[in-house]
């Protein structure tokens, strides 16, 4: 059974920075593709960023280009999310996923974590 732990989440003001990162039981960076969603009050989860397994290969939705990276440690089984010039739409409890097929979807998405609550205040 795979158990993925968030941390990092906070309370910022808009323009601030945080890192966000997922820790994962066993090996499992060589076999999977990681994703980052987030899901604010009243609305749908939605993907954030992904990298695939040798971590050259990252994806992230318009709304957070330029602002947010995603990496990994596999040594240290972590993903990391580093959030800049956040803004209070992003505000949302944000989630670390494996995902199938390297899709940032969660339809495709296998073990979840239990979240880290991200707040931005203007």
């Known amino acids: 059974q795979v158990q993925l732990v968030e941390s990092g989440g906070g309370s910022v003001q808009a323009g601030g920075s945080l890192r966000l990162s997922c820790a994962a039981s066993?090996?499992?960076?060589?076999?999977?593709?990681m994703g980052w969603f987030r899901q604010a009050p009243g609305k749908e989860r939605e993907g954030v960023a992904r990298?695939?397994?040798?971590?050259?290969?990252?994806y992230y939705v318009d709304s957070v280009k330029g602002r947010f990276t995603i990496s990994q440690d596999n040594a240290e089984n972590t993903v990391y999310l580093q959030m800049n010039s956040l803004k209070p739409e992003d505000t949302a409890m944000y989630y670390c996923?494996?995902?199938?097929?390297?899709?940032?979807?969660?339809?495709?998405?296998?073990?979840w974590g239990q979240g880290t609550q991200v707040t931005v205040s203007s």
């Open positions: 996923a494996t995902l199938r097929r390297c899709r940032l979807d969660v339809a495709y998405s296998e073990y």
């Open positions: 066993g090996s499992i960076y060589s076999r999977n593709c």
């Open positions: 990298i695939d397994s040798t971590g050259d290969n990252t």
